[in-house]
C-alpha cells in the first residue's frame, strides 16, 4: 500500500492507495512520501476543490466496505456540490428508509471524506450532525461550497458544586425567592465538613446526610401513625369494618 501527504486549509491530508485506486484519505500527517502519478493528480484536483474551481473528483476509488456500505458511499457521491440532506433522506434515496441509523453509521465510516462527500448529510433538524474529521472541519467545507450552517451556540458556564451535599448561605431565607432546601435548614457546625459552621442540606449518602432530614421522617411517621389510631376509633361503619379486619389480622398473627 503506498501512502503521500498533502497539505490543505483544514491541515495535513494523508491519502492511501492499492492497485491503482484510492482507498482512504486521513486527516493528519502520517508519513509516507510515495511520488505516484495518482496522489500528484488526486493533490491537483484538491487544491482546485478548495479553491472554488472543481465541483467534482474523478479520480479512481476504491472504498474498502460491505455492499451495504458501498452502496451508501455511492449515493453520497450523487449529491450536487453545494447542497445538503439529512440522514432521513439519505436513507430514502439507498432505499432502506427506516435505516436512516445504519446509513448515518455508513456515512460516518467513509474512508475517503471530501473526495466522497459525507460531509454534506446534516442531520434533519439543521445542525451539522457528527463528522469524522471534527464538526469544525465539516463547518468549513459546508461554508466553503456556499451552505448556510448554524453556528455554534455558546457554552453556558457550569456550576461547581460540592461533592455529596447541597451548600446554602447561613443568612435566613426571605419570603421570595426562598430555595425550598433553605427552609428546612439546620445551623449545624461541622467541623469536619464545614470549617466556618455553615448550612449542610444533604442529599443522600453517607457525606451530605443531615439530621433535620431523619427528624422529619419520624414526624412524618408519626402523623400517619395518629391519623390511622384515628381512623380506627371513628364509628361509622367502614371504620368498624377496618377495625374488624385489623383485629382478624393480628389474631392470625
Known amino acids: 500500500m503506498e501512502q503521500a501527504?498533502?497539505?490543505?486549509?483544514?491541515?495535513?491530508?494523508?491519502?492511501?492507495?492499492?492497485?491503482?485506486?484510492?482507498?482512504?484519505?486521513?486527516?493528519?500527517?502520517?508519513?509516507?512520501?510515495?511520488?505516484?502519478p495518482l496522489f500528484r493528480e488526486a493533490k491537483r484536483q484538491l487544491e482546485e476543490y478548495f479553491a472554488g474551481q472543481r465541483h467534482t473528483f474523478s479520480l479512481p476509488m476504491a472504498p474498502d466496505g460491505t455492499e451495504f456500505q458501498c452502496r451508501v458511499w455511492q449515493v453520497l457521491q450523487d449529491i450536487p456540490y453545494g447542497t445538503a440532506i439529512s440522514y432521513r433522506e439519505l436513507a430514502d434515496r439507498v432505499g432502506s428508509p427506516r435505516a436512516f441509523q445504519a446509513v448515518g453509521q455508513a456515512n460516518?465510516?467513509?474512508?475517503?471524506?471530501?473526495?466522497?462527500?459525507?460531509?454534506?448529510?446534516?442531520?434533519?433538524?439543521?445542525?451539522?450532525?457528527?463528522?469524522?474529521?471534527?464538526?469544525?472541519?465539516?463547518r468549513y467545507l459546508l461554508q466553503r461550497e456556499g451552505v448556510s450552517v448554524p453556528e455554534p451556540k455558546p457554552r453556558k458556564p457550569r456550576r461547581k458544586r460540592e461533592v455529596g451535599a447541597h451548600w446554602f448561605?447561613?443568612?435566613?431565607?426571605?419570603?421570595?425567592?426562598c430555595h425550598r432546601s433553605q427552609a428546612f435548614s439546620i445551623h449545624v457546625p461541622r467541623p469536619?465538613?464545614?470549617?466556618?459552621?455553615?448550612?449542610?442540606c444533604g442529599k443522600g449518602g453517607r457525606k451530605g446526610e443531615s439530621f433535620l432530614h431523619f427528624e422529619w421522617q419520624i414526624f412524618y411517621c408519626g402523623l400517619v401513625w395518629l391519623g390511622f389510631c384515628h381512623f380506627l376509633q371513628n364509628?361509622?361503619?367502614?371504620?368498624?369494618?377496618?377495625?374488624?379486619?385489623c383485629k382478624n389480622i393480628f389474631y392470625l398473627i
Request: glycine share 18%; with cysteine.
Open 5 to 36: 501527504v498533502i497539505s490543505s486549509p483544514l491541515g495535513p491530508l494523508t491519502l492511501f492507495a492499492e492497485d491503482g485506486h484510492l482507498t482512504a484519505l486521513v486527516y493528519g500527517d502520517y508519513g509516507g512520501y510515495d511520488d505516484l
Open 108 to 138: 460516518g465510516r467513509n474512508p475517503l471524506p471530501i473526495l466522497i462527500p459525507c460531509h454534506r448529510v446534516i442531520a434533519s433538524n439543521g445542525t451539522l450532525g457528527g463528522y469524522s474529521g471534527g464538526v469544525e472541519r465539516k
Open 169 to 177: 448561605p447561613t443568612q435566613p431565607p426571605g419570603p421570595v425567592g
Open 192 to 200: 469536619d465538613r464545614s470549617p466556618d459552621g455553615g448550612v449542610f
Open 235 to 245: 364509628p361509622s361503619p367502614f371504620g368498624e369494618t377496618v377495625k374488624k379486619n
